[in-house]
Every structure is written in structure tokens, then in C-alpha cells.
């Protein structure tokens, strides 16, 4: 087990681990030509530590907005956002940089990689500017690198890589500054299958094995089954509509088990015994 795993968690009143993120009947409107657009509709989410949850919808259902709220990107027109059980409306600028460069992590779908800048360097970067000493920035670069499989692509840059490993950089760059939560905006819309599926398989693992906690967002029902929560967002709302294999494996969308090979003596005729 992890040491983030082993970490002692807060707790509510009643025993229970407080959640991370919580969003309370969080709404965001925007006027446009006139009308008003409610691109977010009273949603209530809980993340909680060592927590993996896929927002699922089409393009426009709200889902990046909601994303945003939670990482204090946006401000919601009504409702709260917490973090820690704080409210974000209430955080300083100092407060907010501490929170994005330590607590949270941001994964774009654009990758939103520096073009001059290698692999190592992009990784590195925001370690530089938070002030971690160069010691402990290269120790940590590996680390990140070898967790998403890239350690020999270390010196290449964003053009010399393809898509996956263009995202994958983006991953471990999240990740370098080992935060609480990562929330990760349509990760896989670029990629193929293939590709996509390594993606989430790599977040599964950095819940199971670092204790982060992920929210990410995805249109692919097929990858649903590697998610512990599964949110259904549908013009604004939220419905939680299947869980994943970890907690339900009559799940939706689980891929379904190997065939296993019946034996050479699977059709032999029975025998009265």
C-alpha cells in the first residue's frame, strides 16, 4: 500500500471520510444573445480520497463547466464548491496558486504541452515553479516518467511524440506535484481505443496504487468499467446512473469476462455417480 493510501483521512461527525471536493447545489448560468444558457443545474458531488469518477456525456451537457467549478477555474452563479470543506468563494488569489500548484491537478484534453520545452522539462516545469529544489525535481521527474511508461522518451519534444504519449506527458506532469485530486477533461477525445483504454487503465492505477482521487471526464462508454462512480451529465444535471466493476460487477458497461478454454473433456458424455 501506498503511502498517500496510508495517510489518515478527515472525517465528518458522524465517523464517515469527508469528501475532498464537494459540490452543494451548484449552478452556472451564462448570458448569450439575450438568453440565459444554464450550463450547470443544481449538481451535488461528493470526491472522496482513493475515488475514481467519469462524468459521461455529449459534447455541450455540461461537463467541462462542471469540471472548471470544481477546480476553481469558475465561479458557480449559485451553490457552493468546497474543497476540504471549505468554500472557494471565500479563497484568496495565494490560496487558490497553492491549491492548483500542491492540491490539484489539471488534465487538459489539448495536452496544453510547452512546444520548446522536452518531455523531462515539461514535467519538470511546474516543480520549478512551485521552488522544489533541483535534487528533488529530477528524482521526482523520473518517477513520473517511468509511471506512465515514457522514461525513454524523456529528452523528445510534444512533436516528436504521438497523441498517447503527448497525453500521457500531460498526465505525469499532473501528477509530479503529487496532488489530492486529479480532474482530467475529456483525456482520451484525441486518442484511439487503444490508446484511451492505457490512458484510464494508467488513472485506475493511480487511484489503486498512489490513493489519488480522479474525476474525469469521457464520452466512451466502453472504458466506464475501470470507474468506481459513473455520472450520467445530461443538460446540466447529474444522475448517477451505474457504478464500476469495483464496486458492481453487474455493472452497464463492464466489459465482459474472458471466455475461459472448457477442457478437453468438456463434452464428454456424463456419467451417473
Request: proline share 4%; aromatic share 4%; glycine share 8%.
Amino acid at each position: 500500500m501506498s503511502q498517500a493510501t496510508e495517510q489518515t483521512t478527515s472525517r465528518d461527525s458522524r465517523g464517515a471520510t469527508a469528501p475532498i471536493i464537494q459540490a452543494i447545489e451548484a449552478s452556472r448560468d451564462y448570458e448569450l444573445a439575450g438568453e440565459t444558457v444554464h450550463a450547470v443545474r443544481s449538481v451535488n458531488l461528493e470526491v472522496h480520497a482513493g475515488e475514481f469518477i467519469t462524468l459521461v456525456g455529449r459534447s455541450g451537457s455540461g461537463k467541462t463547466t462542471l469540471l472548471n467549478m470544481l477546480a476553481g477555474l469558475d465561479n458557480p452563479t449559485s451553490g457552493r464548491v468546497l474543497f476540504e470543506g471549505v468554500d472557494l468563494a471565500g479563497f484568496s488569489e495565494k490560496q487558490f496558486t497553492h491549491l492548483r500548484r500542491h492540491r490539484i491537478g489539471v488534465v487538459f484534453q489539448s495536452f496544453a504541452l510547452l512546444p520548446l520545452l522536452s518531455a523531462y522539462e515539461n514535467v519538470e516545469l511546474p516543480m520549478r515553479i512551485a521552488g522544489v529544489g533541483a535534487s528533488r525535481r529530477s528524482v521526482r521527474t523520473q518517477e513520473v516518467l517511468e509511471m506512465v511508461g515514457l522514461e525513454r522518451r524523456a529528452k523528445h519534444r510534444p512533436y516528436e511524440l504521438s497523441g498517447g504519449e503527448q497525453q500521457r506527458i500531460s498526465i505525469a506532469r499532473a501528477v509530479a506535484m503529487r496532488p489530492d485530486v486529479i480532474l482530467a477533461d475529456e483525456p482520451t477525445g484525441e486518442l484511439d481505443s487503444v490508446n484511451a483504454a492505457a490512458i484510464f487503465g494508467l488513472f485506475r492505477e493511480m487511484v489503486t496504487d498512489e490513493g489519488m482521487s480522479i474525476v474525469a471526464t469521457t464520452h466512451d462508454h466502453t472504458l466506464l468499467d475501470l470507474a468506481d462512480q459513473i455520472y450520467m451529465v445530461h443538460n446540466g444535471e447529474l444522475d448517477l446512473s451505474e457504478v464500476g466493476r469495483h464496486i458492481d460487477a453487474d455493472a452497464q458497461f463492464k466489459r465482459p469476462d474472458p471466455v475461459e478454454d472448457p477442457g478437453p473433456d468438456s463434452t464428454a458424455e456424463p456419467t451417473d455417480g
